[in-house]
């Protein structure tokens, strides 16, 4: 009985300065004081508010690219099945479009209708329908819808 004891006491003796926290241990546990601890004022958090894209409504390009599109006319309206429809100048089109979150854009294949157009008119539609399909972000910008992507820019003005 003695001899357990005296075991119960050597690891007892060994074990009580490994559960003792030491000085460094005990510091390293402290938590960090807050910014109005140390009297350092607080930058204000920027809120931005999240923009909703709007659904719904009808837009006509203005410009592609950052060049007017002149006398071409272009359109898009996503409505709230996302699902976006217009006309690319020369054939209509619809296809899923999907307004993000942080104002990403995504869309996905387009069906088009098979019109025959004069080269001048294809090309346009061809460059619109790339931008549109490669847009990656939105924004509103004084009043006009911006799709930004790898395949140009696009901004849009709201369509009577």
């Known amino acids: 009985m003695i001899r357990r004891l005296g075991y119960a006491a050597i690891l007892a003796a060994i074990a009580t300065p490994m559960l003792m926290p030491t000085d460094a241990q005990a510091q390293r546990r402290q938590p960090m004081p807050s910014r109005e601890e140390l009297g350092t004022p607080q930058p204000a958090p920027v809120q931005q508010q ?23 006319r272009a359109t898009l309206q996503v409505d709230a099945n ?4 217009g006309f690319g100048g ?26 025959s157009c004069d080269k001048g008119l294809s090309e346009f539609e061809r460059a619109y329908l790339t931008a549109l399909r490669g847009a990656r972000n939105w924004d509103l910008v004084e009043g006009k ?10 901004r849009l003005d709201r369509a009577l």
């Open 145 to 154: 819808l911006v799709l930004k992507g790898v395949a140009g820019e696009l």
């Open 90 to 115: 020369c054939n209509t089109f619809s296809a899923s479009a999907y307004p993000l979150r942080q104002q990403g854009f995504a869309v996905g294949p387009l069906a088009l209708t098979k019109r």
């Open 50 to 72: 999240e923009k909703t894209f709007p659904l719904g409504a009808a837009w006509t390009v203005v410009s592609l690219n950052g060049k007017p599109v002149g006398d071409r």
């Open 82 to 85: 996302l699902r976006g429809t």
